[in-house]
C-alpha cells in the first residue's frame, strides 16, 4: 500500500446557506482544498453526503460535483453511511489513493439541511435507523439516543448534569472557531436550563443541524516533494459495523463498532490510545461523547463522563476533545460532518487552528459514527 | 496494485418482489455469492443502490447488509452514481482488494423499485438528473433520454425503427434467462405496434424496472490456490463523469463518460475493442445502447444501429450484447443493474450462461450508466 497524505484541506461556514445550492458548498469547500494542495486536476471526486435525495431531490452527486469544480471527466460517486457519510468518503478516497490506482482524489462532506422543513427532516435523519424495526414504530433519532442515555444514567448511576462538561467545551472551543454555527459560550447554569427535547436529552446535548462542505486532497506519499510545511499522513484508516437497530446489540450502552474500528486504527497506526494527542469525536449527543471515548480505550467502561468532569477533555486537557467545537458547536451537516472533523485534525497537526491550536499536536484521531453507533469510522493522522 | 479476482457471484430473480425487503434481497445474492466463493468471513461489504432513502426510507445500507449476512463488525457502506451505482460499488471493492487494506469484499447491488407508486419512482429516478436545471422543469427521465433520441434520429437519418433489433435480440436472450424480467421474446411486429411512451421511445425501447439484487464477491489473485475453475481477472476497472445536464455537453449524442472511461479501461487490460468477446452494455433506452457501441469504439459515430441490423449483436455475432436480456429483459433495478452485468459477464466467462453461454468467451466488458451519460462504468473482465 502507498502512503497517502492529506495535502490539502477547505470548508465552508457552517450555518444556514439558504442563498446556495448544494453543489456550490461542495465546490466552495473542494476548490479551496485542491488550491491549498496546489493541484489543478484531479482524478477522481469522492462525496460524503446522505440526505440529498430526499432534501434537495439530486443524486448522482459524483458527477455533479466534478463539473463544478472543473473536472469532468474525473470519477466520482457519492458515498453514505448516514451521520458518517463524510468519513466513509474520506476512506474510499484514502482506499484509491493507497491502491496506486489514481493519484489526486478529492473527498468533499456536503448537506443542506436548513431549509427543508423540520418534521421532513426528523423524517429523513430516521432513514439512519432501522426502516424495518425502529423506523416503523416512528422513533425518532434523537429518541433512539435518549434511550440510550436513559439506560447509561441508569447503569451507571450519573446524573445528567454529569454531561454538561462535554458540551460546555464544546462551545468554549466553537466560540473561537470563525467556522462554527454556535459561536456563543455556554455555563452550567445554561446547561441546567435548557429546553429539554427527549427525556434526557435536553437542548444542550444535542448537536445543531446545518449547511456546510468539507473537503480534503490526498495524494501518494511518493509524489509529494519535500516541502515547508508539516506532512500529515493517513496512519490509520478503519471503520466497523454493529447492527442498525440499537435493541438487536449484545449491549446497547457499548460502541462495538467504534471499538473495533479504533483497534483496527491502532494497529494500522501503530500507536496505543495514551499515544494520541486530541480526538475530534462525534458528539451528536453528549452520551456519544462518552460511549466515544470509552470505546476507544480512553476510560473505563462507564467512566467517560469523568474526563469531562475532570477537565480532561479541555485545550489544556491531557485528551483535548471537539477543538474546533465538535458536532455540538461546529455543527452537524450530517454528510458533512465527518469531514470537518479531518479538516480540523489537519489545521492542528500543520498549527492553523488558531485561537484553539494546541501546544502538542502530533497525533489526531477523528471517529464519525453514523446511524446510533452502525457504521463508525476511525482515523488516525500524523504529522511528520 | 494487486491483481484482483471476482472468486464468487450471486443473484435473485428480477421481478416484483413484494413480500421481500431490500435487506433479505441483498442477502439472498450476497450468501450466494459468498457460498460460490467458499468464503464465510468477509472484510467489507459495499453496497450499490440509488433509491433506497426514497423509496424504502432506509439508508445506511452498508451496516444494514453486512448484520443481515452475519457479517457483524465487517466494514460497509453505500455507493451511489444514479443506475451505475451497482458498478460504482463494485469499483469501490476492486480498489479496497487492489490497495492490499482488505482481502474478502463483497459488492452487492440492489434496489427494490415496485411497491412504490408510479409516480413517486418516476420523481424519485429524476433525482439522477440534474435538480436545479433539469428536474425543476418537471423532466421525468424518460423524458430526456427521448430528447436524445428525437436528435440522435435528425442527426443521423436514422428511423425509428432501425432500433428494433436491440430490442429484439435483448429479448430472445432474456427468454432463456431464468433471472430475467422479461422472458417473452418480441418480435418486429411487436416493437413496431407498442405502445408510445415519449416520442421516440416507445415501450419497447424502454427498460422495465423491477425488484432484485446481484452480487459479486472479491478476492486478492495472491490469496488464490488453483483450482478447477477459471480465474476470473479484473483487468480493467475505469471511471468518468460527464456534466449531469444533458443541455451543458458539448455534444448530447456522444457519451463521452463512456470513451473517458472505455479507453482507460482498454489501457489497463491492454486490449482493443476488437479483442472484446462479448459486451454487457446499458440499453436502459435503445438509443443508449447504439451510444455505448459508438463510444467504445466499437462503431463509427452514428453507425451503432448498423450493428443491431447486422445482427453483429446477437449471440452469434461478432460482438454479442446483452447476453442475459440486458436492462431491456433482465430488468432494470437501477442499483441493482451494473452488478447484474458483472455477475452475467462471469457466467460467460465461466461456461455458466446456460442456453445464453457464448461459444467464445474469454474478455468480456460491462458498461453501466448513471444518469443520461453522467457517471459511466466500465470493466473489463478476463478468464485465464
Known amino acids: ?16 446557506h439558504w442563498g446556495r445550492s448544494l453543489r456550490d458548498l461542495a465546490a466552495e469547500a473542494g ?13 477522481a471526486v469522492f462525496v460524503g453526503n446522505m440526505l440529498s435525495g430526499q432534501t434537495a431531490r439530486q443524486e448522482n452527486l459524483g458527477a455533479l460535483v466534478a463539473d463544478w469544480i472543473g473536472q469532468r471527466g474525473a470519477e466520482g460517486f457519492k458515498v453514505e453511511a448516514a451521520c458518517a457519510s463524510g468519513a466513509a468518503a474520506f476512506r474510499a478516497a484514502f482506499l484509491a489513493v493507497a491502491s496506486g490506482a489514481l493519484d489526486a ?7 443542506k439541511m436548513t431549509e427543508t422543513p423540520g418534521p421532513e427532516t ?17 422513533i425518532s433519532f434523537v429518541g433512539l439516543n435518549a434511550l440510550i442515555m436513559q439506560r447509561y444514567l441508569h447503569e451507571f448511576q450519573w446524573k445528567h ?19 462554527a454555527r454556535l459561536r456563543q459560550p455556554i455555563t452550567e447554569r ?25 473537503a480534503a486532497l490526498l495524494l501518494p506519499g511518493e509524489k509529494i516533494a519535500a516541502g515547508p510545511r508539516p506532512r500529515i499522513a493517513v496512519a490509520g484508516s478503519a471503520a466497523a459495523t454493529d447492527s442498525v437497530a440499537v435493541h438487536d446489540r449484545k449491549d446497547p450502552v457499548f460502541l462495538s463498532a467504534a471499538a473495533l474500528s479504533a ?12 499515544q494520541i494527542d486530541f480526538f475530534e ?6 452520551v456519544l461523547a462518552a460511549l466515544s471515548l470509552e470505546a476507544c480505550g480512553f476510560a473505563e467502561r462507564g467512566q467517560g463522563p469523568r474526563l469531562a468532569l475532570d477537565g480532561a477533555i479541555r485545550l489544556d486537557g491531557a485528551l483535548p476533545v471537539c477543538t474546533q467545537g465538535g458536532l455540538k458547536a461546529r455543527g452537524h451537516p450530517v454528510g458533512a460532518t465527518g469531514m470537518y472533523q479531518i479538516v480540523e485534525v489537519v489545521q492542528q497537526l500543520r498549527g492553523e487552528a488558531g485561537e484553539n491550536q494546541l501546544s502538542k499536536a502530533g497525533v489526531g484521531m477523528a471517529q464519525n459514527i453514523g446511524g446510533s453507533g452502525a457504521s463508525i469510522y476511525t482515523h488516525i493522522l500524523k504529522s511528520n
Open 281 to 286: 469525536l462525534h458528539d451528536a449527543f453528549s
Open 105 to 111: 482524489v478529492l473527498a468533499v462532506g456536503v448537506e
Open 1 to 16: 500500500m502507498r502512503e497517502v497524505i492529506v495535502q490539502g484541506i477547505g470548508q465552508t461556514r457552517v450555518r444556514e
Open 122 to 138: 426528523t423524517a429523513a435523519l430516521a432513514t439512519a435507523a432501522d426502516a424495518d424495526y425502529e423506523g416503523v414504530q416512528g
Open 190 to 214: 445554561d446547561y441546567h436550563r435548557a429546553r429539554m427535547i427527549c427525556d434526557p436529552i435536553n437542548l444542550l446535548d444535542a448537536s445543531p443541524i446545518g449547511d456546510g462542505a468539507a
Open 263 to 274: 483497534q483496527r486504527a491502532y494497529a494500522q497506526a501503530e500507536v496505543k490510545p495514551e
Open 31 to 43: 476548490l479551496a482544498a485542491m488550491r491549498d494542495a496546489g493541484v489543478e486536476r484531479i482524478d
Open 161 to 179: 448534569t454529569d454531561f454538561g462538561p462535554f458540551s460546555i467545551n464544546a462551545h468554549a472551543n466553537g466560540a473561537r472557531n470563525p467556522n
